[in-house]
């Protein structure tokens, strides 16, 4: 028998979450103000009891091996974007250069704006996970995010966190800004993990 999807290109349906809707725009959604962040003074900080494993900034960043990802995007307000190509580096090759051991299994990823939101190590050590600054072959605008924002493209977007500077190892999973409010501690679109 022949199915749907036989010859590998998956239907376009079978790639839109349920409940999600395809959307071919790009919508900016922020819980804040957009900050003014010069490359030049970006920095990530990982940290673990209040302590900094490592630092790195702009120019070392750069440096590293990038990825280029293309990604179906899922926003919990239920657009769904498909095939953004998102450059950037893998958190795993980031931890590897910084000689970064995780020294947990959660983390709290971090703004410069104070935004939080909690990603299991699992899943910030993806193969897809990459700490990005490019969107399209051209650096990340400031309202999407940039200079650098998280990817996080197999969880809802709240997930991706915009003016991406910090990642901090938890003990124990720990809801962030919009985990606060209800949104779900995972957050997988094909799940349906919206709110908790
Ligand atoms: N710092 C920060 N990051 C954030 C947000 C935010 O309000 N502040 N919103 C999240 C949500 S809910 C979504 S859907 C996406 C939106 O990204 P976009 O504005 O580039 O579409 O960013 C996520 N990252
Ligand atoms: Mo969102």
Known sequence: MVTRGFFGKKDKNDRVP?????ENRFPVLSAEPTPKINLEDWNL???YNNETLAEINWDTLKSLPSSLITKD??????WTKFDMNWKGVKISTLFENLKVKPPTDWTMIGSFTG??????LVDLIMEHTIISYSYEDEPISAEHGGPIRLIVPHLYFWKSAKWFDKITFLDKDTPGFWENYGY?????????????
Do not use: A, F
């Not at 349920?18 to 395809?22: E, F």
């Open 18 to 22: 349920p409940g999600q809707y395809l």
């Open 45 to 47: 900080s990982i940290i």
């Open 73 to 78: 995007i899922h926003c919990v307000t239920r």
């Open 115 to 120: 935004y939080t939101t909690n990603v299991p």
């Open 184 to 196: 779900h501690m995972y957050g997988d679109p094909w799940k349906e993990q919206r709110y908790s």
